[in-house]
């Protein structure tokens, strides 16, 4: 079974410049999740969709960063303009439902703006 | 709030001991609780999902424990091993879905 795929591995931009994430999950997994991890933190969700709908967007900078999964299955993440504080690895994680379920995590985006 | 704390930030250990990594939540008001394993530059690895009705879960020579009351997880490791330093984090489902990670132990297995 293919695991969750994301692209590019890294990516290295300077400030205020746009940048975007793909993550294609596992496939049947109706639930995607793009994480922000911080060097030293745990990750924390930016948003959750169930299917091609959000289910919870709340931690995610609004005013910069976007997401989208129109066909309910792979999803971009997009930051425009980034800051020097977006530096940090985005991870996508995929499960079959929604909630207390294991999820699947892909190997990560590693941002870093200068 | 749920925060969820992990000690120690780091650990160091020769090849062969037993140990025990700590995991602390503030909100005994929980789904579950899951322990990942993450190596440098991957993803996370679900080790051990308790749900909030069980008191542990094993495999192989991992075995987490929960008290839900205490608000308290133990990762116990039996026997390391080099391969087993990597970075472990807890994370608690919210009964309203939502996974809040701790901030992981760097474990070291020193051969």
């Known amino acids: 079974e293919a695991g969750v795929a994301q692209s590019p591995r890294y990516k290295i931009i300077e400030k205020r410049q746009s940048v975007a994430f793909w993550c294609n999950p596992i496939?049947?997994?109706?639930?995607l999740y793009w994480y922000q991890q911080i060097l030293g933190q745990g990750p924390k969700l930016l948003i959750q969709?169930?299917?091609?709908?959000?289910?919870?967007d709340s931690q995610l900078p609004k005013d910069r960063f976007s997401a989208e999964r129109l066909k309910g299955v792979d999803s971009t993440l997009k930051i425009q303009p980034a800051k020097l504080e977006d530096s940090a690895v985005y991870l996508c994680?995929?499960?079959?439902?929604?909630?207390?379920?294991?999820?699947?995590f892909g190997s990560g985006t590693q941002l870093s703006v200068l | 709030k749920q925060e969820v704390t992990q000690i120690p930030a780091a650990l160091s250990v020769p090849e062969g001991e037993n140990l025990v990594l700590n995991c602390s939540f503030t909100?005994?008001?929980?789904?579950?609780l899951q322990w990942f394993r993450q190596d440098p530059g991957k993803g996370l690895t679900s080790l051990l999902l308790?749900?909030?009705?069980?008191r542990e879960q094993t495999s192989g020579r991992l075995n987490a424990s929960l008290d839900k009351s205490s608000g308290r997880s133990t990762l116990y490791i039996a026997a390391s091993q080099p391969g087993d330093s990597a970075t472990y984090l807890c994370?608690?489902?919210?009964?309203?879905?939502?996974?809040?990670f701790g901030q992981g132990t760097t474990l070291q297995v020193k051969p």
């Open positions: 994680a995929s499960s079959v439902g929604q909630g207390a379920e294991k999820l699947f």
């Open positions: 308790i749900q909030s009705s069980q």
């Open positions: 969709f169930q299917n091609n709908g959000v289910v919870d």
């Open positions: 496939s049947g997994h109706a639930t």
């Open positions: 994370a608690v489902t919210s009964n309203t879905g939502k996974l809040i």
């Open positions: 909100d005994s008001a929980i789904y579950n």
